[in-house]
């Protein structure tokens, strides 16, 4: 089993940033991959990014256009996602997920994929 607890939620206006952290505990961070997913009110779970276990391959949503960064520092046990040019559209529940697959350079794109996952932190982006 794992703990990851989420944290840097918060209200922001539209163009401001955020910085969330995604804290592990229970395993050792270096041998599983990591994401972030989000969920809006009434819409499905998706994925922004995600990251491989020793951090040297990502993946994005295209729809992010370039605006986060994902990054984990194994050495902390913490996954971060830089937020930046936030817009009202992503305001949602973020989630951090670990994928326990024992593959070097595995980024998982479903959520299906993933094997433990947090319990979230509300971004709210005002116009």
């Known amino acids: 089993q794992v703990e990851l607890v989420e944290s840097g939620g918060g209200l922001v206006q539209a163009g401001g940033s955020l910085r969330l952290s995604c804290a592990a505990s229970?395993?050792?961070?270096?041998?599983?991959?990591m994401g972030w997913f989000r969920q809006a009110p009434e819409k499905e779970r998706e994925l922004i990014a995600a990251i491989s276990r020793a951090g040297d391959r990502t993946y994005y949503a295209d729809s992010l256009k370039g605006r986060f960064t994902c990054s984990r520092d194994n050495a902390k046990n913490t996954l971060y996602l830089q937020m930046n040019s936030l817009e009202p559209e992503d305001t949602a529940v973020y989630y951090c997920a670990a994928d326990f697959t024992p593959i070097d350079r595995r980024v998982a794109k479903s959520a299906a994929e993933y094997d433990f996952w947090g319990q979230g932190t509300q971004v709210t982006v005002s116009s």
């Open positions: 229970g395993r050792t961070f270096s041998n599983y991959a």
